[in-house]
């Protein structure tokens, strides 16, 4: 009978990491083995408020995976296991994983969850070297700009090329005209 409420917090644990798995756009995985708790608190603000990183078992993570309908990532789930769950832009958290791993090697990535499909770490780490969103939109709009630009001078040549030969005919007529009439006072 004493086994019976750790049975529903483990289902309830379950449940929980399940939702976390469905609700986040990214989830990176990783090995925390030799951190301390200052340090991983440090980690967790530094991925800020978009961003959960919690310790997880394994066999609890794995079960809320398989129920998330993600797979590829069994072999993920050995050693200490944190999880950090993305629902901002997967590229910012990555670049904080990375970086701090950078400077705590004992922090190891093993993979993740991107769009629903599990990643190794040579994929986190790619998407780490991606630029933000925020920086993609810029360049986006600056060429849709620039493209935009050139099609309303392509769109304006031709009326104004228009525009300038109907003055050239002006032209060649008043002076036709001047000519005849300077032709006809000599005579």
Known sequence: MADKPVRDDKATAVAELTESFRASTATVLTEYRGLTVAQLKTLRRS?????????????????AATDAGISGLDDLFSG??????????PVEAAKGIRDFAKAHPLLVIKGGVFEGRAISADEVRRLADLESREVLLAKLAGAMKGSLSKA???FQAPLSKAARTVQALADKQSSGSAAEESGSAAE
């Open 47 to 63: 991925l800020g408020r978009e961003t959960t990183y919690a310790v997880a078992k394994n066999t609890l993570a794995k079960r």
């Open 80 to 89: 200490p296991t944190a999880l950090a769950f993305v629902s901002g832009d």
């Open 152 to 154: 309303a001078s392509l």
